[in-house]
């Protein structure tokens, strides 16, 4: 009886040390990224990379809209790794698509206006190669690992002379404000002529976007029947109330003509998801799938009168900066949503790591976010985000989001501060910054020090211009 | 084995029992990792005295025995050696502390600033998110004027308690005693700003403490039984004016008197911190309350030829800095690298574990205490200084004043309208330029940015009648001449080159930061091509 009572001595210190290591190896995720390391890696596989511009996420039906405009997308998300909780960098074009393609922030890419200098007659262009020469962009990249790359894009915010063209073989954006119409052709066509060799193609339209009607017209498919139509859902009209916004500070509308204009955003989403259909029929019918990553991605939202404006980029409410984020990996058959919050810089690092593509130092330490492929294998990824936007020299705005549903807008002209309960208030509008100081004070000092480590001086000075600032706006 | 039924399920048991307590103590020791923060814990108590002189303080060194509370606290604590204030006026200099930003950045320059002038993000509003009871009992009257200055509501903010000890013009805060024996079970943060050192003085010590220390034998001559400022500021240069000219020179006794009753009112304060000290222990808060004692800024007891704060030298701007750490941790040590009034408030908020404001221009002084290292300190102290002397005559105290200027007669109303003309005419007031300074433990450079309408405008040169030289760049070699009588500025241009330098960037730093009129933008928005 003695020898066995001896022999659990030992094994009881096994079986506390195992207890505890059990415990210890939740903890430490990035142990177990690198055990399960081969899973999720495609050496040479393609890349489709669709960035719908403008489009809302909560628009989409499957992230919990409830008219089913996006069946496309619906039936994509069913077969992809579908992120609820995508948070773009940006809230307007040119610095969140730049932001997909260096992996850094705007503040860090400095592509954050479309002229990095406007002191009439004096105006320069922005453009990355002068603004961040030492930055290296995804299609670069690819391009050194032996990819044929090429961009088919509406042209404006994302024309090449801003340097999105940096990487391509061909970029074709000779339009403003094309849709994926005018784009799919021609990415067909390459898609086509280069199926025999890896690719990486960036297809963009600006289908949903205030400054894009669609072709042949509207056909008003969701507007309230009674609707008199003030209205008529022109990009001029959009304009405009985008314009009127910001010099008044908050729109006057009637409720039916916010029904309105939401309804044509409706439309152009289920005529963009239509678009969207073709084009993935077409693909399938290439045979490419198999060996081929397809993203489906927004850069930012746009605003219906949420906060009392139109359309995008000078403010960081959640209706600009949650995106639609849906990876389909090769011959992937079910679907998976995670909701863990991400931010868009993670594209960038994702793809890398799916592509099995080892970079050099310097590329790894501009990479700002991670890859995202821990989630497909349930490992919590969650992290605080965060926005900024320079919009136009009328407002500079850098903003939190928490894991735990907090965000905190900061102005940096006026140091106007905001703080939403995103749990309790989704909508954003309630301020509480007043009401929690000891929330809104540590998420200031937490956004600061984001502000500090991408190395800009939170003094400025943020420059602010006047209005009017061209005819149009006088109407 | 016989008794099978039994032993194998207690082996089982066992086994079960030994892999969770296995999984539950990793647990604890992963949430014990995450410490209490202190500020859930910890009182603070900041006691600022207005007026004193460092080097009359025991710890510092002073012969006499003033102090003997203070020098009690301070072996419990960490003495600073070297710690300068960012201005010589009182609100001004608090302020900074309050803010850990330098006056032109937070807003407070002089007793003029008015509440929306000032950033308001001070140290007792970010202890009040913490949860801080936060109650100010006042013997410093700087704080809370009333008439044309409207400094009471900058520094009531965020207290739960704001009481002026009103019954006697800096009167010590006795208040503040009572209210802790009361309120020993809540979470406190405590401002006792003290202002019993402060002229006139000896106002507020009674004997036989009041002439403790006069000299033997020695018959205080007319009109100065009270050592007022009236009195004071007649003082220059060792001569006693009226009606312009010098009515005696001041002998050592003279001088020893005035500073024999400028040291009772150290001696009277200091009782009164042994006393607060008492209450603590009593109460049994000593062990858990952080204790920060400072002066606000310091004194000219006659090495310019004044006695007041009148300007930047270190005897108005390096201070006495104590800080005693709950359970007397660090107790003992003196730091000798230069520190200043900006750091007290991230140093606080660094031990309380709360995040610091990233506003703040200061820095934690909690690695400089724990490791001693000049990296952690500030090499460069920098101090601003407006004539605020001169600009309350013009406004204050000759138009509308109970101060008597009738001896002097016609020609203090010709020197009112000389100051009135450079200072404006409330509310249309404005300061000269100000004069900047900054310091090393080595050296100090003054630059005097208007230097020809401070000599204009002295009320030295007003009183004597004498000519006022003043130069425009001040340097002082403070290891050799710690008292800043002889400006060797001729003498080493490479330092001044060098200092004047950092200085300027500084001051176009903080332009920079000040807070601005936002309306004032140039050109249109970009437009949205």
């Known amino acids: ?475 | 084995m016989r008794n099978i039924k039994i032993f194998c399920p207690t082996y089982l048991g066992l086994i079960l029992f030994f892999y969770i307590s296995g999984c539950a103590f990793a647990e604890t020791v992963n949430q014990g990792l995450t410490v209490t923060p202190q500020h859930q814990n910890t009182n603070v108590i900041l006691i600022s005295i207005d007026t004193l002189r460092y080097d009359h303080l025991g710890c510092y060194g002073y012969q006499r025995s003033t102090s003997s509370n203070i020098d009690k606290l301070a072996k419990q604590s960490v003495l600073f050696e070297n710690f300068i204030v960012q201005a010589y006026l009182t609100p001004v200099s608090q302020m900074s502390i309050f803010t850990s930003q330098y006056p032109r950045v937070n807003g407070l320059v002089s007793f003029e600033s008015s509440r929306q002038d000032v950033s308001l993000i001070t140290l007792p509003r970010i202890l009040k998110y913490y949860g801080y009871t936060n109650a100010a009992f006042l013997g410093s009257p700087e704080f809370y004027f009333g008439a044309m200055v409207t400094l009471n509501s900058i520094f009531r903010d965020s207290f739960d308690i704001f009481l002026p000890s009103c019954d006697q013009e800096r009167a010590l805060p006795r208040s503040a005693l009572e209210w802790i024996a009361t309120n020993s079970k809540k979470k406190f943060f405590i401002w006792v700003p003290i202002g019993t050192v402060h002229w006139p003085y000896a106002l507020n010590v009674p004997e036989p403490y009041r002439s403790m220390f006069d000299p033997k034998d020695y018959k205080p001559r007319d009109n100065t039984q009270n050592i007022s400022y009236e009195m004071l500021k007649r003082i220059y240069r060792n001569k006693y004016y009226t009606n312009f000219s010098p009515q005696y020179e001041l002998e050592k006794k003279d001088v020893e008197y005035i500073l024999g009753r400028y040291d009772s009112g150290i001696f009277i304060t200091d009782k009164f911190i042994g006393d607060l000290i008492r209450i603590l222990k009593q109460n049994n808060l000593f062990d858990n309350t952080m204790i920060i004692l400072h002066s606000i800024h310091g004194e000219d007891l006659g090495e310019h030829g004044y006695f007041q704060h009148y300007d930047i030298y270190d005897t108005e701007v390096k201070n006495a800095l104590l800080i005693k750490f709950p359970r007397n941790k660090f107790q003992g040590k003196k730091i000798s690298h230069q520190v200043q009034g900006i750091d007290i408030m991230p140093t606080i908020l660094d031990y309380l574990d709360i995040p610091i404001n990233h506003e703040a221009q200061g820095k934690s002084l909690v690695p400089l205490i724990k490791y001693n290292r000049s990296d952690d300190s500030s090499e460069f102290a920098y101090i601003t200084r407006i004539p605020l002397w001169e600009f309350l005559l013009s406004r204050l105290i000759l138009g509308n004043s109970p101060y008597e200027h009738s001896i002097e007669g016609k020609a203090t109303s010709q020197y009112e309208t000389l100051l009135r003309q450079h200072f404006g005419v409330y509310p249309d007031y404005k300061y000269s330029p100000y004069d900047i300074a900054v310091r090393t433990n080595k050296w100090k450079l003054i630059v005097r940015m208007d230097k020809d309408l401070l000599e204009k405008i002295s009320w030295w040169g007003f009183i004597s009648r004498e000519k006022i030289t003043i130069d425009e760049v001040e340097l002082y070699d403070l290891e050799k001449d710690p008292h800043e009588q002889n400006n060797v500025v001729t003498k080493y241009p490479d330092i001044v080159v060098r200092f004047k330098e950092k200085l300027f960037e500084w001051n176009a730093e903080n332009d920079k930061r000040q807070p601005k009129d936002i309306k004032n933008s140039t050109g249109a928005i970009i437009p949205y091509p």
């Open chain 1, 1 to 475: 009886m003695k020898k066995i009572y001896l022999s659990i001595l030992p094994l009881s210190f096994f079986l506390f040390f195992g207890g505890c290591v059990n415990q210890r190896a939740n903890i430490n995720k990035n142990e177990t990224q690198e055990l399960i390391s081969n899973e999720f890696k495609y050496k040479d596989c393609n890349i489709i990379f669709v960035s719908l511009d403008a489009l809302q996420a909560k628009f989409v039906h499957t992230l919990g809209y409830p008219k089913k405009i996006t069946p496309t997308i619906d039936r994509l998300a069913e077969k992809s790794f579908v992120f609820t909780n995508a948070i773009s960098v940006s809230s307007w074009t040119v610095p969140s698509t730049m932001s997909f393609f260096t992996g850094v922030y705007p503040s860090e890419h400095k592509l954050v206006n479309k002229f990095s200098l406007y002191d009439p007659p004096l105006k320069k262009i922005a453009n990355l190669k002068n603004l961040s020469p030492r930055l290296i962009t995804l299609a670069e990249i690819l391009k050194e690992n032996g990819y044929v790359t090429a961009g088919f894009t509406g042209g404006a915010g994302v024309s090449g002379v801003f340097g999105f063209n940096q990487g391509f073989d061909v970029y074709i954006d000779d339009v403003k404000f094309g849709n994926l119409d005018y784009s799919i052709p021609g990415a067909l066509a390459w898609l086509n002529k280069n199926k025999n060799r890896k690719f990486f193609i960036f297809l963009h339209g600006y289908d949903v976007h205030g400054q894009s009607e669609p072709s042949g017209g509207f056909d008003y498919r969701y507007v309230d029947k009674t609707y008199d139509y003030k209205f008529k859902g022109t990009k001029k009209e959009q304009e405009a109330l985008r314009e009127e916004g910001l010099s008044q500070g908050k729109i006057i509308l009637r409720d039916n003509d916010v029904k309105f204009w939401r309804a044509v955003y409706e439309e152009k989403i289920n005529r963009m998801d239509s678009a969207l259909d073709r084009f993935l029929t077409e693909i399938e019918k290439l045979n490419l799938m198999q060996n081929t990553i397809l993203f489906v991605v927004s850069d930012h939202g746009t605003e219906f009168w949420e906060h009392n404006r139109f359309d995008h980029g000078f403010t960081l409410y959640d209706e600009l900066i949650r995106i639609p984020l849906i990876i389909k990996l090769p011959n992937q058959a079910t679907g998976k949503r995670i909701a863990d919050q991400v931010t868009s810089v993670d594209i960038l690092p994702t793809i890398l790591d799916l592509l099995d593509i080892g970079v050099s130092g310097s590329v790894k330490n501009q990479l700002r976010g991670m890859s995202l492929t821990p989630a497909f294998y349930n490992l919590k990824i969650s992290r605080d985000v965060y926005a900024e936007s320079d919009y136009r020299r009328y407002t500079y705005k850098r903003a939190l989001r928490t894991v735990d549903g907090w965000k905190f807008i900061y102005t940096l002209e006026n140091k106007d501060k905001e703080l939403y309960d995103l749990r309790n208030d989704p909508g954003e509008t309630i301020n509480l910054f007043e009401r929690r100081p000891r929330i809104a004070y540590e998420l200031e000092q937490k956004l600061f020090r984001f502000i500090k480590s991408t190395g800009q001086d939170e003094f400025g000075p943020w420059v602010t211009g006047n209005y009017p600032v061209y005819d149009s706006q006088a109407q």
